[in-house]
């Protein structure tokens, strides 16, 4: 059987870039766009186009189905309290959400992997078409961290990589290598300004992990332009990101943006996990 690709869409950039990537590499998708998430112009990209609601599962998967598809991807942000606080699932959701261990996005988003699997669809990592917006180790940006950034960083590393370990979030914000805040469901642009309400105007330092066994299929760190826009307004200087498990979203003008604004980025050294592909 051939194969046919289709994206699971949500908010943001992503989804474009995963759209126009597959495309380039002669590989057309289908968009199953999440609604009151994924962006309407993703429709002008596809190779064919449905909404569907963030608790239809089986309307999800008799999509796919109907359309053969073999390989899945999911891309875009959906909001993680909305995950939990608005989603109203049909009777297969339901079955799954009664026999999770733990309500949170890693369990839920696993679990509906292991149906699609059942049902001959494969999840492939949602970095497959984007391995070089990947970040590399070591300094990104035109400046380096200084002393006090780089004392910030690793007092962040040991916070944020034990926080990752919990699934409770991925990004930290530190101060004088005090941590002001931690991320839970709001996301990374929320938590640093909630760290810069409370830091009184000091220099910020952001640190975003991966967890310590990332799935790549889904919720991979993101970062992009509006990182640096909310880093800015945060009087935010330096941002620790994960070689090999972040995402660059828009790579060269995110960059441009940080070293215009004179931030100093990093890519930090972490375990490396298994990047799935489309075959080649």
């Not at 699971?8 to 002669?26: D, H």
């Not at 930290?172 to 996301?187: D, H």
């Not at 943006?257 to 375990?271: K, Y």
Request: net charge neutral.
């Amino acid at each position: 059987m051939a194969e046919r690709y289709a994206l699971i869409a949500g908010n943001g950039r992503f989804p474009f870039l995963v759209l126009e990537a597959a495309r380039s590499s002669g590989r057309p998708m289908l968009v199953a766009a999440v609604r009151q998430e994924a962006d309407p112009e993703l429709e002008k990209l596809a190779d064919g186009f449905h909404w569907i609601g963030l608790g239809e599962l089986s309307k999800l998967i008799d999509l796919l189905k109907r359309e053969r598809v073999t390989h899945a991807v999911m891309a875009g942000q959906v909001k993680h309290a909305q995950i939990f606080s608005s989603i109203r699932p049909d009777w297969r959701l339901l079955k799954l959400l009664a026999s999770l261990p733990r309500r949170n996005t890693d369990s839920l988003i696993g679990a509906v992997a292991g149906v699609l699997a059942e049902e001959g669809i494969t999840l492939l990592d949602s970095t497959a078409f984007l391995r070089p917006l990947l970040a590399g180790e070591g300094v990104l940006t035109r400046r380096a961290p200084n002393e006090a950034e780089r004392g910030d960083i690793e007092y962040g590393l040991t916070v944020g990589r034990e926080l990752a370990r919990l699934d409770i979030g991925q990004t930290v914000v530190i101060a004088e290598r005090a941590c002001l805040a931690v991320e839970a469901m709001e996301g990374t642009d929320a938590v640093i300004l909630r760290a810069a309400a409370l830091s009184n105007g000091k220099p910020l330092t952001v640190v975003k992990v991966a967890k310590p066994h990332q799935d790549m299929r889904f919720d991979v760190p993101v970062v992009g332009p509006s990182t640096v826009h909310t880093m800015r307004q945060a009087n935010a200087t330096a941002l620790s990101i994960e070689a090999g498990r972040t995402l660059l979203l828009d790579r060269d003008q995110f960059l441009r943006l940080a070293d215009e604004a004179g931030l100093a980025i990093e890519g930090s050294e972490g375990p490396r996990s298994k990047v799935q592909g489309p075959k080649s």
